[in-house]
């Protein structure tokens, strides 16, 4: 059975730099039909889909973000990374990391496995 | 970017039918997959690609996607089913890709 657990460092101070792992078990990133990605849940804003990479190393971003992401793949380690930048409040919220892109319905397939999530607080 | 709107609160009595809907424009040329959202737990897909159930998801939840709005309806409530349920689909023609609505808080009364 597939699982994925995040991890991360609870709080962050804006405008520092959030750094999260998603660590891959019972299956192997190297994948190269699927999609890792993240998405982030807020009580304010619902899930919003963050970014996604592939095996292959390309990767997929959510404009809204502007230019504040950097996903990246470790095939040796069997995890994904995600880094936001100039953090402010408005990041507070529960980052999830998940697969997708299962099956020949490729990028249009659901995020069939996630992890648990992992609350990241941005304050001062 | 594609915006899929849902209501924010639906409430329905237990043994009651509950609809949700997700409207986006042209929202049935789309696949629709619908997410189950406890407080403290991660998303469930409840239904994927606009009708099906994945394995273990109770007959009580079913789908449809028609124009442009999708709904999920949910037979019989029950108090477990309390839950924020998002609607979902990968949008090409989006920078934003992956988009979800806004969800809807299903309250049982």
């Known amino acids: 059975q597939l699982q994925l657990e995040e991890s991360g460092p609870g709080q962050v101070q804006p405008p520092e730099t959030l750094s999260l792992t998603c660590t891959v078990s019972g299956g192997s990133v190297r994948s190269g039909v699927h999609f890792w990605g993240w998405i982030r849940h807020s009580p304010g804003r619902g899930l919003e889909w963050i970014a996604s990479i592939r095996s292959s190393g390309s990767t997929f971003y959510n404009p809204s973000l502007k230019g504040r992401l950097t996903i990246s793949i470790d095939t040796s380690r069997n995890q994904f990374s995600l880094e936001v930048t100039s953090l402010t409040a408005a990041d507070t919220g529960v980052y999830y990391c998940?697969?997708?892109?299962?099956?020949?319905?490729?990028?249009?397939?659901?995020?069939?496995?996630w992890g648990h999530g992992t609350l990241v607080t941005v304050s001062s | 970017s594609y915006v899929l709107t849902q209501p924010l609160s639906v409430s329905v009595a237990p043994g009651e039918t509950a609809t949700l809907t997700c409207g986006g424009n042209?929202?049935?040329?789309?696949?629709v997959h619908w997410f189950q959202k406890k407080p403290g737990q991660a998303p469930v897909l409840v239904i994927h690609y606009d009708t099906d159930r994945p394995s273990g998801i109770p007959e009580r939840f079913s789908a449809s996607n028609s124009g442009d709005t999708a709904t999920l309806t949910i037979n019989r409530v029950e108090a477990g089913d309390e839950a924020d349920y998002f609607c979902?689909?990968?949008?090409?023609?989006?920078?934003?890709?992956?988009?979800f609505g806004g969800g809807t808080y299903l309250t049982v009364l």
């Open positions: 042209d929202i049935e040329s789309k696949s």
């Open positions: 979902q689909v990968w949008d090409p023609e989006s920078d934003h890709l992956w988009v």
């Open positions: 998940a697969r997708h892109g299962s099956g020949p319905a490729g990028r249009a397939a659901p995020f069939d496995y």
